[in-house]
Structures are given as C-alpha cells and as structure tokens.
C-alpha cells in the first residue's frame, strides 16, 4: 500500500478484531434489528468462522510497524477496527 500511495496519501483498512469479547459480539448482533433465528446464526458466525480468520489488535499492531508508514493509528470500534496509515509527504526529489 505505502508504494502506490501518493505523498500525504492515507491507507485505510477495516476489519474484525480477534481479540473482540462475546459482548462485544452480542451488542452488535442484537444491534442489527434480525429476528431470533437470524441473530443467532449471525452470533455463531462471529464466534466460529470470522473471528478465526481475523487479527488482534497486537497482530495489527506489529505487522504496521514493519512497514514504511510513519505515522499510524488504530480505532477500535465495536467487533472491528480501524487501521489509518498516513505516507509523508516527502521533501526529497530522486
């Protein structure tokens, strides 16, 4: 992403957290407004199939830091996060 972006350019990536709690989980669910059934296929697929394939926050974390980007931040929002990943505007000229 660093490589494509234009100076003062910004990577955005957003996804489910590993690390989020079942309550976490549960007030999103109960969030979305689904009837019984469809709120608790939707809990079980949070629970056992995405949260699986998703990273923590420290995983975020350490994979950001290996990376050019200068400047980072996570939000933490719900069951998700946000990565912003800002490249510099850069002074030198090749």
């Known amino acids: ?3 494509v972006l234009k100076p003062d350019g910004v ?3 957003v996804d489910m957290r590993r690390d ?6 549960e007030r999103e669910v109960n969030g979305m407004g ?3 059934l469809n709120a ?3 809990l079980w697929t949070f629970k056992h199939m995405l949260v699986k394939s998703a990273y923590s926050i420290a995983e975020m974390e350490s994979m950001i830091a290996e990376t050019p980007f200068q400047r980072a931040r996570i939000i933490v929002d719900g ?9 510099p505007r850069t002074t030198e000229r090749p």
């Open 79 to 87: 069951v998700g996060f946000q990565a912003w990943m800002e490249k």
């Open 40 to 42: 608790g296929m939707t």
């Open 1 to 3: 992403m660093h490589r």
């Open 20 to 25: 989020a709690p079942i309550e976490d989980m």
């Open 34 to 36: 689904l009837g019984r």
């Open 11 to 13: 990577a955005l990536i």
